[in-house]
């Protein structure tokens, strides 16, 4: 699989990367479409954004793309399925969460492009793992036009 590194100072260069073995409750997605965060925009021009990084790192975690793979507790999605991903993972745990207040969350982490990742982690890639709860079913459409 491919993925776009940043490297700092505004520059970016796309290498492979090995992809990792599934956990049982994962799906790999085939990356479609990646939107460009704040943070992101943050981090290309040397500043901070809410998430630290070191460079070399893959940037990216609001996307949508089609499943590759399942793993083997996974119902309810299959491969060739489309599927937009909640770059959130919340506890589920603390009192935000439970209180239904997950955007105050004491505990979370950020899927990624890349795989589930901590804020200050990992980022995009061509085919990321992700858990099979972060990731939404959409209706199979047809692409509009091709960008």
């Given amino acids: ?31 479609m479409a990646c939107g460009v ?15 630290e990084v070191t460079p070399p790192v893959v940037l990216g975690h609001e996307y ?12 309810g999605l299959a491969p060739g399925d489309h599927v937009a991903v909640d ?3 919340y506890c589920g745990a603390c009192t ?4 239904g207040k997950k955007h105050c ?3 979370a982490a950020v899927t990624s492009a890349q795989s589930v990742s901590s804020f200050n982690a990992r980022r995009t890639s061509t085919t990321p793992a992700q858990p099979k709860r972060q990731s939404k079913a959409l209706p199979s459409i047809k692409p509009v036009a091709s960008l």
């Fill in 87 to 89: 770059p959130n993972i």
């Fill in 64 to 75: 949508a793309g089609i499943v590759e793979e399942v793993g083997a507790d996974v119902k």
């Fill in 105 to 107: 969350v004491e505990n």
């Fill in 1 to 31: 699989m491919k993925g776009a590194f940043f490297l700092g100072n505004r520059e970016f260069e796309v290498r492979d990367m090995e992809k990792r073995p599934l956990a049982a409750d994962e799906v790999r997605i085939r990356v």
């Fill in 96 to 99: 935000p969460c439970r209180d």
């Fill in 37 to 51: 965060c704040g943070t992101d925009v943050h981090i290309y021009h040397g500043e901070a954004g809410s998430a």
